[in-house]
């Protein structure tokens, strides 16, 4: 789906939800949830606020926060706590049903889709529970550090 029709989708669904729930449609909420659909990573509430207040929009933190929380509830964006610590979030678009490698000495983040894992865990029953969706975090060193933690070793044998 392009980006437009993806924006457009999402602001369909947020007034959808806005008046379902008799909550008021202001044009913060819109802004902001362009702005999320503006961008391509995950992204945290400090890096969408330093964007917003660089666009020349100012919004309180607090106002962000309770927006970003409309989202998740609205299920326009998905939280994730990948180290345990900062919450990271994520457009809903695109691949539904993936997972995540993390790299644990740089902390970036590459989202994958392996349709056999996919396929398996679609596939898999529960009693008492039917699966929305699912999302797997993969933990290890990515290969640009796993270079770079070689080179440093070679260099220290070396001297």
């Given at each position: 789906m392009g980006e437009n029709k993806s924006k457009e989708v999402a602001?369909?669904?947020l007034t959808q939800y806005?008046?379902?729930k008799n909550m008021r449609q202001t044009p913060e909420r819109y802004t902001i949830l362009d702005k999320v659909f503006?961008?391509?990573?995950?992204?945290?509430i400090e890096t969408?606020?330093?964007?917003?207040e660089s666009d020349g929009f100012h919004v309180s933190k607090a106002t962000l926060y309770n927006t970003i929380q409309l989202f998740v509830d609205c299920g326009l964006i998905r939280r994730?706590?990948?180290?345990?610590?900062?919450?990271?979030?994520?457009k809903v678009s695109g691949i539904k049903n993936h997972h995540h490698l993390i790299c644990t000495q740089c902390r970036r983040i590459k989202e994958?889709?392996?349709?056999t894992l996919v396929n398996m865990l679609k596939s898999h029953r529960y009693s008492?529970?039917?699966t929305s969706y699912f999302a797997l975090y993969v933990y290890g060193l990515c290969s640009r550090?796993?270079?770079?933690?070689?080179?440093?070793k070679k260099n220290s044998i070396k001297k």
């Amino acid at each position: 789906m392009g980006e437009n029709k993806s924006k457009e989708v999402a602001r369909v669904a947020l007034t959808q939800y806005i008046h379902s729930k008799n909550m008021r449609q202001t044009p913060e909420r819109y802004t902001i949830l362009d702005k999320v659909f503006d961008i391509e990573d995950h992204f945290s509430i400090e890096t969408l606020y330093s964007e917003l207040e660089s666009d020349g929009f100012h919004v309180s933190k607090a106002t962000l926060y309770n927006t970003i929380q409309l989202f998740v509830d609205c299920g326009l964006i998905r939280r994730h706590q990948f180290d345990g610590k900062t919450s990271q979030y994520e457009k809903v678009s695109g691949i539904k049903n993936h997972h995540h490698l993390i790299c644990t000495q740089c902390r970036r983040i590459k989202e994958v889709k392996d349709t056999t894992l996919v396929n398996m865990l679609k596939s898999h029953r529960y009693s008492a529970f039917n699966t929305s969706y699912f999302a797997l975090y993969v933990y290890g060193l990515c290969s640009r550090c796993s270079r770079l933690n070689k080179e440093i070793k070679k260099n220290s044998i070396k001297k």
